[in-house]
């Protein structure tokens, strides 16, 4: 069993920035990727930013020039970067991790984004 923890959600004033943190317990799989979601109340789960084993990186467009995704890979570490938070950016947030086809998530980190 793979699991993964957050760390670095919170509550900031729109306009601020937050670091979130996930790590991934040790596992002889190879990581293919490494992602985070988000799910604000009463929507979807949807894709904010994905990282590969290969440094590739993808945002989504609402989130494209105000959040950035790092992170090793190999190592089971990613980060995002938000800036320019907007009241639209509350939600929580999902760390994943592919291993071999399956997709493990963390239990997720609230953000919560004051106007």
């Known amino acids: 069993q793979v699991r993964l923890v957050e760390s670095g959600g919170g509550l900031v004033q729109a306009g601020g920035s937050l670091r979130l943190s996930c790590a991934a317990s040790?596992?002889?799989?190879?990581?293919?990727?490494m992602g985070w979601h988000r799910q604000a109340p009463g929507k979807q789960r949807e894709l904010v930013a994905t990282i590969t084993s290969g440094g590739s990186t993808n945002l989504a467009d609402s989130v494209k020039g105000r959040f950035t995704i790092s992170g090793d890979v190999a190592k089971r570490t990613v980060y995002l970067q938000m800036n320019s938070l907007k009241p639209e950016d509350t939600a929580v947030y999902y760390c994943?991790?592919?291993?071999?086809?399956?997709?493990?998530w963390g239990q997720g980190t609230q953000v919560t984004i004051s106007s």
């Open positions: 994943s991790a592919d291993i071999v086809g399956v997709t493990y």
């Open positions: 040790r596992s002889f799989l190879r990581v293919n990727a």
